[in-house]
């Protein structure tokens, strides 16, 4: 490669390709499954009301194809020994960024209208996501290193965000969106290209100073935080009485805040949120159960936490240190799953504990039971979310655990691309009916692939004796109980079918299944 | 080539036809290797030669594709307590954890090995200038190394196994490190193994010494049999030669005209035979530092 711009092209490409595919495969398919069962709904995407569902979707995928795009360049301090200007390395990151989100971002848009008849608007998100890409990330190179980062992204991704909603018809008129960003008229193209500039002139800027090592002038607040938290409450502490006690303290110290935290934070920007745009004490109850509800899905981040023995973030091969350890893998794998149960257990136990004080001054000030929970909530989603979270976090984590979660990301990308393709070939090729009998047999393959796969992890684990037979006969236990429970729950519900209860029992499994998998997940891992 | 000396003991490392593979590439091919119980023992090998993977099999983070891996007589795979609690072990990346502080990585180690001598921990801390309330991240590469040091040899190991202890570290941490593994082997029926690419640190302390190239072992003897058989001879001819002719035990040869210069893994009265038997007298004869021992087996 003669041209020093094509060499760092082909450079990030390479680097960021599964990312890449990873990304736009996994947008697809979690819209194609909310639009699918839309459609199944028989929701007219058409409606006016579908106008804020389509500009919260779009907004989302700006975020997660920007979050990919800047993941997979890795930091420009890599290039800053090689004889480029600054004004190369900045064009070329820029231009990448702005190229690879809008491309993604123009083919979710085509096929969403392709396949859903959602009529989208094309080229106003697609400026709007490149020019937002690229603003950001100027502004990470100018807040590099400094504790500034968090509150100028939030500056600019703000001013980009009231622009956005503006377009949208949010402010003028409305709390939500009323119209998409259909046309793009001479005012957007001049602040998409004074947006665009701008970046480059920052980006310029910030790389030319960062490359000589400075850094924006710190306040000095986080050396300070640093200082006053930088308390040792080991410092006297006894020695540890067992292999497996150290470990779990190890694991704890080291991700066990994971979950705990998450729910803090979810608390806290809950709480801000209410208090400025809602102040609706009986929704209160309702965003709770909301939180819990769907714990499981910043779980999944905290799974890839818990699932790293690696030496680095990025690298999940377990390490020397922790792979010469004189353990049991199997004993290895017990504590991580030993610590994911506390971590979720104090979790859920911040969220009731804030959840009963609220309820309780909620009630004292006149509300009653039933405007703090719903009466459609029913009993057993409480049983269900930690249970769900639990076989989230674990399932990830075993993943993580391998060493390999390229390799599994591979094998789901490709599955997935399997899946869009048969989907799209049979919605030219094969008559309705036969699509639907296709359908359905797909949906019965899923639980009955969950539950051959773990009772083949329990036999593996078995053979290699990582769990003894009475961990497998408790896990059967739990397994039958918790079908049963289903089965019990499911007869309450009149327009229960057979296939709901096949696919819960199936999910059901999830949750004993990473007793067996974490084991032989850290023992392919250490040993190679 | 398997080692000859036969020892009383039952040696700490048996590896018999190991053969390890990374996609087409062969790390380790069909490799045996005996580590006898007791002294220092030098694994020496350029980079890439396979000394690393050979440890991952020692420490049982690699299983073996072909052959076998026995330490203490144990296989480190299926046992780890057994073989990991009664090894120390020194990774050439200082594969510690960041967060921890050192006062917590002693106490976190000390949880795994029964043995742990809690004033040999302390004298070692002391000694190496380490602070208890210092986070690992904080700590420099020389430090870091000290930190490893200290947590590998605290609970008095029987086989210390230092990978590339002395990588990239300034010359009072090497000693540090040397004087540890002498103070090691002091305790009576302790075993280093150690690899490197530093040849004089290896000829400083080793007993025995091992050369891998290419992913075999090119030589295994004791250091007082490698520095007695391997002579750099020269040979006067009668007649000027275009090339030179074979010797006995010769590994490389280099000069011209009547005078040839050869390095040789034999005995001196084999060499002198072997020279009147192709017309030639012994003009020099020198000993070889292990560098250059090492460097005419595997170039």
């Known amino acids: 490669m003669r041209s020093i711009p094509l060499a760092m092209t082909w450079e990030m490409l390479q680097r960021g390709r599964w990312y890449l595919i990873a990304c736009f495969l996994g947008a697809q398919l979690i819209i194609s499954i909310v639009f ?78 392709t396949f859903f008849k959602t009529h989208w608007p094309l080229w106003g998100p697609v400026m709007f996501a490149a020019a937002t890409v690229c603003s950001i990330q100027a502004t990470i190179w100018l807040t590099e290193k400094s504790a500034w980062a968090p509150l100028a992204i939030a500056v600019v991704a703000g001013l980009l965000g009231f622009w956005y909603h503006f377009r949208c018809g949010v402010g003028a008129g409305g709390r939500f969106p009323t119209v998409l960003w259909t046309s793009v008229n001479l005012v957007d193209f001049g602040g998409f290209l004074a947006v665009t500039a701008a970046s480059f002139v920052v980006g310029n800027f910030a790389i030319s100073r960062n490359r000589c090592g400075e850094q924006l002038k710190p306040l000095g607040i986080h050396a300070w935080l640093c200082r006053v938290l930088d308390f040792d409450p080991d410092e006297k502490a006894l020695p540890f009485r067992s292999p497996a006690e150290a470990q779990l303290w190890y694991e704890w110290r080291l991700k066990g805040w994971g979950m705990p935290a998450t729910v803090v934070f979810g608390l806290f920007i809950g709480m801000t949120i209410w208090l400025i745009f809602v102040r609706d004490p009986k929704l209160i109850g309702t965003g709770f159960l909301v939180l819990g509800g769907y714990l499981s899905v910043p779980g999944m981040v905290c799974a890839f936490i818990i699932g790293n023995t690696g030496r680095l973030d990025t690298d999940f091969e377990m390490g020397h240190f922790l792979g010469s350890r004189p353990m049991k893998s199997a004993e290895m794998a017990r504590t991580i799953l030993k610590m994911t149960a ?115 992890l329990f036999i593996a684990a078995l053979r290699r004796h990582l769990i003894d037979w009475s961990s497998a006969v408790a896990c059967a236990i739990v397994w039958i109980s918790l079908s049963s429970l289903v089965v019990l729950i499911g007869m309450q519900y009149p327009k229960g079918n057979l296939l709901g209860y096949f696919v819960l029992v199936g999910m059901a499994a999830l949750v004993v299944a990473p007793i067996a998998a974490a084991p032989l997940a850290v023992s392919w891992n250490r040993t190679r | 080539m398997l080692d000859s000396i036969s020892s009383s003991t039952s040696p700490i490392v048996e590896i018999r036809g190991l053969t390890r593979k990374f996609g087409d590439k062969v790390a380790l091919n069909d490799l045996s290797l005996v580590v006898p119980r007791g002294g220092v023992f030098g694994l020496i090998g350029g980079n890439g030669a396979g000394k690393t993977t050979l440890i991952k099999h020692i420490l049982g983070m ?57 004033s040999y921990a302390e004298e070692l801390r002391q000694s190496f200038d380490l602070d208890k309330k210092a986070r690992i991240k904080t700590l420099s590469r020389g430090q870091r190394a000290r930190a490893g040091l200290l947590v590998a040899l605290a609970h ?144």
Not at chain 2, 78 to 105: F, H, N
């Open chain 1, 342 to 456: 506390q971590s979720l257990l104090l979790a859920f136990s911040i969220w009731t504990l804030a959840f009963l004080v609220t309820g309780a001054i909620l009630l004292a000030s006149g509300l009653a039971p039933a405007d703090i929970i719903p009466k459609d909530v029913p009993w057993w989603s409480f049983l269900a979310a930690p249970l769900g979270c639990w076989a989230v976090i674990t399932v990830l984590a075993s993943i993580g655990l391998t060493g390999r979660p390229m390799l599994f990301a591979q094998i789901c990308c490709a599955v997935f691309a399997l899946y869009l393709a048969g989907v799209c070939l049979s919605v030219f090729f094969l008559p309705e009916k036969v699509r639907e009998q296709l359908s359905l047999a797909v949906t019965y393959i899923i639980p009955m692939a969950i539950l051959s796969v773990t009772v083949w």
């Open chain 2, 62 to 118: 690699l299983k073996a594709q072909q052959g076998s891996v026995h330490v203490f007589g144990l296989d480190p795979v299926q046992d780890p307590v057994g073989t990991l609690g009664r090894i120390g072990y020194l990774s050439e990346e200082r594969d510690l954890p960041d967060w921890m502080r050192v006062g917590e990585l002693i106490r976190y180690t000390q949880a795994f090995f029964p043995n742990w001598d809690e």
């Open chain 2, 156 to 299: 008095r190991p029987e086989l210390l196994v230092l990978d590339e202890p002395s990588s990239g570290l300034d010359p009072v941490v090497r000693r540090d490190i040397l004087c540890a593994i002498i103070r090691t082997i002091a305790d009576e029926g302790r075993t280093v193994l150690f690899s490197s690419h530093l040849l004089d640190e290896v000829e400083r302390v080793a007993d025995r010494v091992a050369i891998i190239h290419h992913g075999q072992i090119m030589l295994t003897a004791s250091m007082e049999e490698i520095k007695e058989q391997h002579r750099r001879v020269t040979l006067r001819f009668e007649q000027s030669l275009d090339h030179p002719p074979e010797l006995i035990g010769s590994i490389s040869s280099s000069g011209h005209g009547k005078e040839w210069t050869y390095v040789c893994n034999t005995e001196m009265s084999q060499l002198r035979n072997a020279a009147e038997a192709i017309g030639a007298t012994v003009v020099e004869e020198a000993a070889l530092t292990l560098d250059e021992i090492f460097i005419s087996h595997i170039l």
């Open chain 1, 36 to 113: 699918g069962a839309l459609a199944r709904a028989g929701v007219d995407f058409e409606d006016p009301s579908m106008v804020g569902v389509g500009a919260s979707f779009l907004l989302t995928y700006m975020f997660l194809f920007s979050v990919s795009a800047l993941g997979y360049q890795g930091p420009p301090s890599r290039l800053y020994t090689y004889p480029i200007p600054s004004s190369t390395i900045v064009s070329v990151h820029l231009l990448v960024s702005m190229a690879s989100v809008g491309l993604q971002l123009w083919l979710t848009i085509f096929l969403m209208n």
